[in-house]
Structure formats: C-alpha cells, structure tokens
T-cell receptor, first 112, second 110 residues
Framework: DSGVTQTPKHLITATGQRVTLRCSPR?????VYWYQQSLDQGLQFLIQ???????AKGNILERFSAQQFPDLHSELNLSSLELGDSALYFC???????????FGQGTRLTVV | GQNIDQPTEMTATEGAIVQINCTYQ??????LFWYQQHAGEAPTFLSY????GLEEKGRFSSFLSRSKGYSYLLLKELQMKDSASYLC???????????FGKGTKLSVIP
C-alpha cells in the first residue's frame, strides 16, 4: 500500500459527460501529480500541484482541469468526454521536489 | 522539453541477468528513477540515482552517467514475477515535473 488513495477504481460513462477523479496523497506529501496511461502507452504527465498551487503542466487537454484543496487532496475533472479519453488515470504524491513519487492504484475510465 | 528513450520490449531467461537501458535529454536534471509496473497496476518505486555511479539494492542495481544522459537498470537472478514493464523517469528543471519514458516490457521465460 503506497498510502495514496484514488477513487473511484472504475468508472464507466458516456461520451459528452463529465467526471471527477479524486486523489488523497500520502500523509505529509505536499505534491500531487496526475498521469494518463492509455492502452500500451507510457505514463503521460498531465499536471502537478504543490501545496495548493499549480506548479507544472504537461499535455493536459483544455477539457481537463484539476485543483488541490487546502487539505491537500486533489481532483481531476474531465469534461466533454470522448472515446479516446478511456485510460488509466494515476495520481502520485511526493514530498519536496526531487524525491520519489508514490502512486495510487489508479482510476480506470471507460468512455462508451 | 524532455525526451526519454528505452527499448520497447526485451526477453530474458529465468535465472539470467538483464540490463535495461535508458537515455534522456532534459532541460535540467534533478534525479532519475526506475519504476516497475505490472499490467493494469500502479508503478512501484525501484531505485533512484542523482549522482553518477551504481546504486545496488538486492537483485536490482541502477547506474547513472549524467554527462552521457544515460542510465541502466540491472536485474539479476531473474524470476518469473519480474515480468513487467520497467519505467525510466527523470526529474526535470525545478523538480516540478517527473517525466516517464514509454517503458520497457520485460518477459521472463523458463
């Protein structure tokens, strides 16, 4: 158990809909990262938050947004969903920058 | 930008040694990580290198050469359970972005 909790584990939704993925980081970790992993693809970095502030942005679509709350949990919002958004979405957390990141078990999103 | 290259697939025999290479080009460097990922599961941390040289951790060792932008992961005494994808990841400038390579899928055969 990495200490990073993601909910839900599985999500099935229709095209055009909006979903919210939730992540609770390890106790004490201030950084939260979101990654997308499509079938047979590598981990694509989406966005990073540190202590409530956005710190780095990767290949995140405009239809996607995220935030980190004062209690340090984070949410990733995906809207106007398309079939191609079907993927595993991982959240990871770490302490200060440059230290190892610990991953949650992921949310498997299926868009039908 | 950041670019990380790893072989796509490798096959090795149970009990043998395998070396998985990773080359990277990044804007700034603050450390290199290796993760193991079984299909459909979360990546798990294996090793971390920030200085040149070899880090050994049981059956796993990782090497880094910053001047060459090169790292490798060495797995000894391979077991069937080592069949997984191995991901090379680099902390870029400012330590704000951990970028992963596409991963090397290792198949261990009897």
């Amino acid at each position: 158990d990495s200490g990073v909790t993601q909910t839900p584990k599985h999500l099935i939704t229709a095209t055009g809909q909006r979903v919210t993925l939730r992540c609770s980081p390890r106790s004490g970790d201030l950084s939260v990262y979101w990654y997308q992993q499509s079938l047979d693809q590598g981990l694509q970095f989406l966005i990073q938050y540190y202590n409530g502030e956005e710190r780095a942005k990767g290949n995140i679509l405009e239809r996607f947004s995220a935030q980190q709350f004062p209690d340090l949990h984070s949410e990733l919002n995906l809207s106007s969903l398309e079939l191609g958004d079907s993927a595993l979405y991982f959240c990871a957390s770490s302490g200060t920058g440059g230290t190892e990141a610990f991953f949650g078990q992921g949310t498997r999103l299926t868009v039908v | 930008g950041q670019n990380i290259d790893q072989p796509t697939e490798m096959t090795a025999t149970e009990g043998a040694i395998v070396q998985i290479n990773c080359t990277y080009q990044t804007s700034g460097f603050n450390g290199l990580f290796w993760y193991q990922q079984h299909a459909g599961e979360a990546p798990t941390f294996l090793s971390y290198n920030v200085l040149d040289g070899l880090e050994e951790k049981g059956r796993f060792s990782s090497f880094l050469s910053r001047s060459k932008g090169y790292s490798y992961l060495l797995l000894k005494e391979l077991q069937m359970k080592d069949s997984a994808s191995y991901l090379c990841a680099v902390w870029g400038a400012g330590s704000y972005q951990l970028t992963f390579g596409k991963g090397t899928k290792l198949s261990v055969i009897p």
